[in-house]
């Protein structure tokens, strides 16, 4: 729903509990849907076919639709004290909407390292690649296939660049917008085989700190793989380089004079001066960030996201920004729900951010996620029904064939199986679970994480080339939309958007 439908829904929920009566009468849709067909025609008589100065790309790592869901009710639920169902979120305002497919080259079911290449290059690959396409299987036929991502075609035209996670600067995702490996898990030299060292290949970090000058935002976690194994950290984290080199203090020595700075925690990230600081790495954990539920020193996405806007909007050129909620896809896969659903949450006053402190003039705004995962929302849940609760009604709780209570939330695949947890059947589950944080939830198959799923995801738009995006597309078009957007590249993939940029007025 836009803009004019959702203000019309809160102004029937200001009503109070009635709005379930009022819902209760024909009309309230029709009129409804009339408000929706009104909005739908001026969107499409208004497309913006500008050249997108700016891109912001946002990134629900594991983000499937029924995290979206989830976390749609959630948030209505804690800001607005009503049922949830019917908030709308700042992602769902955004104006167009997409279906893509997250298959990779080899795999029904993908990982990361694929994806975020598919996004990123508007190439898919095969699984557990990064930055490079299908043929690069080892080391050496890696360093002939390496893909062109849409930063770096961006930096050939002068744009600054930007890359937030709440993951690790190495992962997955936010990797494959500067690395070029055959093998997701090079984070550090120790992570490599001698062989590969041997042949003029290096790890991610250290592609990380080739890149310094070219990347003027880099915010998330990592420090471990920066550092020797025999140093520790600013917390007291062992470091887990072979090579005894320490990365981050490599870049500090180059980048401070150019006006970097580095920040390890929530005091010396609020220190930062962006109107001062041309280069800014934050790294703030030796491996992932912490988890929104359990944060205490680290800045949230939205801060992060709003920094690093700051310093990118410096450049008149323009930049390219990218924001992963990398940890909703990390407790997905330890089965803990509530913390995935309340990553989304982060995620969502991220693209709030974004859309307050950027124009859809000239900034073309994508939200996605890059594959989904076996998570599950509903088991005939009634309407209000707290998300994290027992279904169908946490206040009177249903039973299954087996005689225990279940949970609206559930997964496929993951450790909250009777056989994982050494118990010969299902565990019963409390009425107070929907205050549980920690709690596991159940799943079908016994697995010691959960899985990724198969399914399409959703994508969202803003701004200049936005409505490219609606369809079912190939994962790897989402490149492709971005690079016609903003008239990136000169190889062959992208010569015959080229030809047209000049029809372009440039913001």
């Not at 607005?80 to 298959?103: A, F, R, W």
């Not at 407790?331 to 659903?341: S, T």
Request: include cysteine.
């Amino acid at each position: 729903m836009h803009v004019l439908i959702g203000v019309v829904i809160l102004s029937v929920l200001s009503i109070g509990n009635s709005y379930q009566k009022i819902e209760e009468r024909p009309e309230f849709w029709t009129n409804l849907g009339k408000l929706g067909i009104e909005d739908s025609i001026k969107k499409f008589k208004k497309l913006n076919f500008q050249k997108a100065k700016n891109i912001i790309l946002f990134i629900g790592d594991g983000m499937n639709l029924g995290t979206i869901t989830a976390g749609r009710i959630s948030i209505g639920q804690k800001t607005k004290g009503k049922d949830g169902e019917e908030h709308v979120t700042s992602i769902d305002k955004l104006p167009y909407t997409g279906i893509v497919k997250t298959y990779s080259v080899d795999h029904q079911t993908p990982d990361s390292a694929s994806t975020a290449t598919a996004i990123l290059t508007g190439v898919k690959t095969k699984s557990h690649r990064i930055g490079v396409n299908a043929k690069a299987d080892d080391c050496v036929t890696s360093l002939n296939n390496k893909l062109t991502n849409v930063l770096e075609l961006a930096n050939e035209q002068g744009k600054s660049l930007g890359i937030v996670t709440t993951t690790s600067l190495q992962h997955a995702t936010p990797a494959a917008a500067y690395a070029h490996v055959p093998n997701r898990g090079w984070y550090s030299d120790r992570r490599m085989k001698y062989r590969d060292r041997a042949t003029n290949c290096i790890d991610i970090s250290l592609q990380l700190l080739k890149k310094r000058r070219d990347i003027q935002v880099l915010l998330g976690g990592g420090r471990s793989y920066m550092r020797s194994m025999d140093a520790r950290d600013e917390e007291g984290y062992r470091g887990d380089r072979k090579d005894g080199r320490d990365l981050i203090q490599e870049w500090k020595e180059d980048m401070e004079r150019r006006g970097g700075k580095y920040v390890w925690n929530i005091s010396s990230f609020n220190d930062i001066n962006p109107s001062s600081t041309n280069y800014l790495l934050g790294m703030f954990n030796a491996r992932h960030m912490i988890y929104s539920v359990r944060r205490k020193n680290e800045p949230t996405l939205a801060q992060m996201t709003a920094k690093a806007i700051q310093i990118l909007s410096k450049n008149r050129k323009g930049y390219i920004l990218l924001v992963e909620a990398g940890l909703i896809d990390v407790a997905h896969h330890q089965g803990r729900a509530r913390f995935a659903v309340e990553e989304f949450h982060e995620l969502e006053r991220a693209v709030e951010v974004a859309k307050t402190a950027t124009s859809e003039e000239n900034t073309l705004l994508i939200v996605t996620a890059d594959h989904g995962q076996m998570f599950m929302f509903g088991s005939g849940s009634v309407r209000g029904n707290p998300v994290y609760g027992l279904a169908p009604d946490n206040d009177n709780p249903g039973e299954a064939a087996d005689g225990k209570r279940y949970t609206s939330l559930l997964y496929g695949t993951g450790p909250g199986n009777a056989a994982v947890q050494k118990s010969l059947s299902r565990q019963e589950v409390s009425t107070r679970v929907s205050r549980w944080k920690n709690y596991v939830v159940q799943s079908a198959v016994p697995m010691r994480g959960a899985t990724h799923s198969a399914e399409d995801v959703v994508v969202f738009g803003r701004g200049p080339m936005a409505h490219m995006i609606s369809g079912v597309h190939e994962q790897s078009y989402i490149g492709h939309v971005m690079m016609y957007a903003a008239c990136l590249g000169k190889n062959k993939i992208v010569y015959r958007y080229i030809q047209n940029c000049s029809i372009f007025s440039h913001s």
